[in-house]
């Protein structure tokens, strides 16, 4: 068995001298792990760094088998970053989601291609607006999407303002009522091209984190990775 594609490296860790165990998430085969022999080297250290752009080719006797991978380095993220300690954060989050949440060796094109946009910009003007986006994304794509394109009780899409914790569908200010108070904030931006500032910022983290802790991980049975709670720490 082999195949060939492109993909994210989520993580390696050293197994024996000089062999390493890598994670990648690629858009046709998904959440793979894989041996690369002498991926424990000096040579590798600069090539398997978290978020790097991967050329993959893996090979197995039958396909069940973890198998291994030969790489070559399309381009490097987390250098990029490195002086950016919040968008490093951010870096280490998702791909620490990605290995909390998606399956193994599931296709998932919709958010391999959101994933490798974000990641594209992060440290950039507005890429925290992305990175909210993403989280809600994620949700999509492991079963637990909001709606959030009309009023769950007036069946409009202008003046969306909060989102019911119960069911994850947007309420409009006016139809919120008395019930606002219950209800988790729902920032513009989320739902149109407006500009998130950190108030909207911290907001829009605050709900697709509560629909992370009390539908994703509840469902998963482990908490989320800390990496996702140290991004939101450091947005103060």
């Known amino acids: 068995m082999e195949w060939r594609d492109e993909g994210i490296l989520l993580a390696m860790r050293p197994h024996g001298e000089a062999?390493?165990?890598?994670?990648?998430?690629?858009a046709v085969h998904g959440r793979h792990a894989g041996v690369v022999h002498g991926g424990a080297s000096r040579k590798m250290a600069p090539i398997l760094q978290p978020g790097a752009q991967l050329d993959l080719a893996w090979r197995a006797r039958l396909e069940e088998h973890m198998g291994s991978f030969t790489v070559e380095l399309i381009r490097a993220r987390a250098a990029l970053v490195l002086s950016d300690r919040l968008a490093l954060a951010g870096l280490s989050a998702i791909c620490a989601l990605c290995r909390y949440a998606l399956?193994?060796?599931?296709?998932?094109?919709?958010?391999?291609?959101?994933?490798?946009?974000?990641m594209d910009r992060?440290?950039?003007?507005?890429?925290l607006r992305d990175y909210a986006l993403w989280e809600l994304t994620l949700l999509e794509e492991t079963g637990?999407?909001?709606?959030?394109?009309?009023?769950?009780?007036?069946?409009?899409?202008?003046?969306?303002a909060y989102v019911s914790p119960r069911t994850g569908r947007a309420?409009?200010?006016?139809?919120?009522?008395?019930?606002?108070?219950?209800?988790?904030?729902?920032?513009?931006?989320?739902?149109?091209?407006?500009?998130?500032?950190?108030?909207?910022?911290?907001q829009a983290l605050h709900l697709s984190g509560y629909f992370l802790h009390h539908w994703l991980a509840d469902a998963m049975g482990r908490p989320l990775p800390e990496a996702r709670a140290r991004l939101v720490s450091q947005l103060g």
């Not at 062999?19 to 690629?26: D, G, K, L, R």
């Not at 992060?122 to 890429?127: A, D, K, N, R, T």
């Open 144 to 160: 637990f999407g909001l709606d959030l394109q009309q009023c769950a009780v007036t069946g409009t899409n202008d003046g969306l």
């Open 171 to 202: 309420v409009t200010a006016s139809a919120a009522g008395e019930f606002a108070p219950r209800l988790l904030p729902l920032p513009a931006g989320l739902v149109s091209d407006a500009v998130l500032d950190a108030t909207s910022v911290r």
């Open 19 to 26: 062999t390493a165990i890598i994670e990648v998430f690629s």
């Open 122 to 127: 992060l440290g950039q003007p507005g890429w």
């Open 103 to 118: 399956p193994e060796r599931q296709a998932s094109a919709t958010l391999y291609a959101a994933t490798v946009a974000l």
